[in-house]
């Protein structure tokens, strides 16, 4: 026998809501993370200068049937007395794996700190591998295969992973149009916005700061919360997350 849901009004709904009290800087620390991890330099130093923020917490309280779930998200105890002259270093970097300046960017993160890629052999691997595709993308054979023999041979006789990788990117070198051959994605630039991403995030790791943004981690908790609530509950919902506004099921 199927059991009815419990139905929500949106009077109810919204009293609920608004007997949840966050703070302030509550707030203000959640975008200030999410500013310095994505590497809004100016919006970041604005936002610091005007809000003041101090540390970074945040929680989010939603009714769930009758109980209250409270989800924390403790940044480590990171203090928004931020170097910002970093994230312009780090942005610096990014921006130079994904236009394919690859050894510039590699220059880069040795001035940043040598032990990001001393210490993370798989990052540097990467980081060579789209060298080669650079060199591949821009039509240079002889030039792509002594890189490959010299550079990335030698690491893939010590690890299997990274000799697959290289085997699948000289690949692309028996290939006449790039279009027809199995790994063609290699030369997308979505392989070069990955790379970057690993490097991005590289970086705030020794910078003992968070890989990724806390915002959309929590957008996501906030559809899986929406969705077991579901199952129990007929409310109203946030169905767009750009706007935040609630919705009737009727709607």
């Known amino acids: 026998m199927a059991t009815s849901k ?14 949840v009290k966050l ?20 919006a970041a130093d ?16 939603c009714d769930f049937h009758l109980c209250l779930v409270k989800v924390s998200f403790f940044l480590n105890g ?17 921006k130079a794996v994904q236009n394919g300046n690859v050894e510039d960017a590699i220059e880069k993160v040795n001035d940043l700190n040598p032990e990001i890629l001393d210490t993370n052999p798989e990052l540097f691997f990467h980081l060579q591998q789209q060298r080669l595709i650079e060199l591949i993308r821009q039509g240079k054979t ?14 893939g006789e010590e690890n299997q992973a990274f ?22 994605d290699l030369l997308d630039v979505s392989h070069r916005l990955k790379t970057a991403s690993e490097v991005n995030a590289a970086i705030l790791t020794s910078q003992s ?21 579901d199952e129990k ?19």
């Open 163 to 184: 000799l697959q990788e290289l085997e699948k990117t000289v690949a692309l070198l028996v290939f006449e149009d790039a279009s027809n051959c199995p790994v063609k």
């Open 209 to 229: 700061h968070e890989k990724d943004p806390k915002l959309p981690s929590l957008l996501k908790m906030l559809i899986w919360a929406q969705n077991q609530l």
């Open 142 to 155: 002889d030039e792509a295969l002594e890189f490959a023999q010299e550079e990335l041979a030698p690491r």
């Open 78 to 94: 990171e203090t928004a007395e931020i170097d910002l002259a970093t994230i312009t270093d780090r942005m610096a970097v990014k």
């Open 233 to 251: 509950a007929v409310y109203p919902h946030i169905n767009d997350l750009s706007t935040g506004l609630l919705q009737d099921p009727s709607e």
């Open 46 to 61: 604005k936002f610091q200068r005007e809000s003041g923020t101090k540390r970074i917490l945040f929680f989010l309280l």
């Open 6 to 19: 419990k139905v929500i009004t949106r009077e109810e709904w919204e009293k609920k809501l608004n007997a």
């Open 23 to 42: 703070r302030k800087e509550d707030m203000n620390t959640l975008v200030m993370n999410f500013l310095v991890t994505e590497g809004f330099v100016e």
